[in-house]
């Protein structure tokens, strides 16, 4: 299985270098068609710059719920170990201990070999 996932991932990585090398012409990118904002780069380059900011945007924007999420865990994680504890505390006191149960019975404890 994981000779098949490094397999896959070579040929991905082969497809997208071939793209890449087949796009090397000049491309003009204008902002709102004014001449002072046009820059000239390889198509490839272009493509890149805005799949890495799309990346890094949809990274951002998740990053709140991601934040909110990990604190509610953390409550729920608190509540939970303190419940478990009452819990244990309330049968510790709802049983009696052995010591108790011996002397009700009027045994002075476990008998020895």
């Known amino acids: ?6 397999l896959f991932k070579l040929g991905l990585f082969l497809v997208m270098m071939g793209f890449a ?4 012409d000049t491309a003009t990118l204008r ?4 001449p002072e904002f046009e820059w000239r780069a390889p198509l490839v ?19 709140p719920l991601v ?9 729920l994680r608190r509540d939970a170990d ?11 006191a709802a049983a009696p201990s052995d010591a108790a149960r ?6 002075s404890g476990p008998r020895g070999i």
């Open 67 to 75: 934040l909110r999420q990990r604190r509610s865990i953390g409550r």
């Open 1 to 6: 299985m994981r000779l098949l996932s490094w």
């Open 31 to 34: 902002f709102f068609g004014i």
């Open 21 to 24: 090398l087949s796009n090397t």
């Open 102 to 107: 011996l002397s009700a019975r009027g045994e």
């Open 45 to 63: 380059l272009f493509l890149l710059l805005f799949f890495a900011a799309g990346a890094l945007i949809g990274v951002i924007a998740t990053m």
């Open 82 to 92: 303190s419940s478990t504890k009452a819990a244990v505390r309330a049968a510790e």
